[in-house]
């Protein structure tokens, strides 16, 4: 497959240094957000807390949870709306403790289910008090046993049942979808579970907890990850290609495709966390690929093209590889675009930067890679030869 039916003849060095201006500005602007603006909003992966998401069987304002979570003292917890029917919420709330690790999880903990508790309200407190299990909470194990005693031999399998249900559906809002598509409980088995369970206001679709040496050691690692990537792919490079140049070039155009993505998303308030930190060493790797696909041909047709200047071997290269970009790229591009429309909330953060760094891997290996082996080149294995 070809874009091009003929090999197109665009100077791209001409605009190295326009490319190496707007990166200066794209980093810079970044940079001075994450460091004196809004900064980059650390996730529960890497900060200190218990990160909740809950599903409520009636739509709700964000200052009605709010409320619910001052009266036990947790006000300023930071609540927002996932959903779009006014019902689902991601909260995070955090307590901070001189304590063990060990204890501080088990802090986060007990605070998660003082959130719970908080937003369960009056009605289903006293439920629970009665003796009565919450359907819409209630875990596969505890199903299981109090549907033993109503159907010994289907127990297993009706539990399964109804919890990938509330699972895939979010919450239980009526006892009439039990009785209905896909379920298809029989009366007898739904009498049964409403003598014995009660369908709470809300169910916890997610909690997570790290604790401050967790979200500490955390982001120890993904620095270190993300900075062992890019020696590894120095030394690589610098080898295969026989010229630190080259990796000089590659660690350049990946460093600036992390600085860059990182600075456009610092702009969206969005939360780093764990698979934003996998979405940055996936672009690395996808950047590096088509640089070194490049960086072959420039190494193939110098052995071909002995009288022609570097500058225009490279403009050659780049020309002779844009149908390969545009469709590699362009695959990638439209994949990402699928997750991001409709992969949903949780995978949405993932594809939002994977979405940046497919674009900025185009860009940079384009416009950044070869003008960075130029200079380099030109100024210090000039003066090299002088000496």
């Known amino acids: ?30 940079l001075i957000n994450i460091l004196a603006g809004k900064g980059l909003k650390l996730g529960v992966d890497f ?94 194990s505890n199903l299981t046993n109090l549907l033993r005693d109503l159907n010994p031999d289907q127990a297993e399998n009706l539990a399964n049942n109804i919890i990938d249900y509330r699972t895939t559906k979010g919450i239980i809002t009526g006892w009439d979808e039990l009785s209905k598509e896909p379920l298809n409980l029989s009366p007898e088995i739904v009498n049964n579970l409403q003598n014995r369970t009660f369908l709470g206001k809300l169910t916890v679709l997610s909690r997570e907890t790290v604790g401050p040496q967790v979200g500490k050691d955390l982001r120890k690692k993904a620095t270190q990850a993300i ?13 295969r290609f026989k010229g630190v140049e080259y990796g000089a070039a590659a660690i350049f155009t990946l460093t600036q495709d992390v600085l860059i993505t990182l600075s456009i998303y610092s702009f969206t308030s969005r939360e780093i966390n764990l698979p934003i930190i996998a979405g940055l060493l996936t672009i690395v790797g996808f950047s590096i690929n088509d640089t070194i696909v490049i960086f072959d041909r420039i190494r193939e047709l110098q052995r071909t093209m002995r009288r022609e200047s570097l500058e225009n071997i490279m403009n050659l290269s780049l020309n002779l590889n844009l149908s390969r970009t545009l469709i590699t790229s362009g695959t990638v591009f439209l994949t990402v675009f699928s997750l991001y429309i409709f992969g949903g909330q949780v995978i949405n953060d993932f594809a939002f930067i994977m979405l940046i760094g497919t674009i900025e891997g185009v860009y940079s290996t384009i416009f950044l890679s070869c003008p960075v082996v130029l200079l380099w080149n030109h100024y210090f294995k000039k003066k090299k030869l002088h000496k």
């Open 1 to 30: 497959m070809q874009i091009f039916k003929k090999t197109p003849n665009i100077q791209f060095l001409k605009y190295k240094w326009i490319a190496l201006a707007l990166t200066l500005i794209i980093v810079v602007a970044g």
């Open 47 to 140: 900060g200190e807390g218990t990160l909740i998401r809950v599903k409520f069987r009636e739509p709700v304002s964000v200052s009605e949870v709010r409320k619910l979570l001052s009266e036990v003292g947790l006000g300023d917890s930071v609540i927002q709306e996932a959903g779009k029917e006014s019902r689902e919420f991601q909260i995070r709330t955090m307590e901070k403790r001189t304590t063990t690790q060990d204890q501080e999880i088990e802090s986060h903990q007990i605070l998660a289910d003082r959130v719970i508790q908080a937003l369960q309200g009056e009605a289903d407190r006293k439920e629970l008090a009665r003796g009565l299990l919450d359907l819409n909470n209630i875990d596969r």
């Open 227 to 239: 900075i062992w990537s890019l020696i590894g792919m120095l030394v690589y490079i610098a080898l």
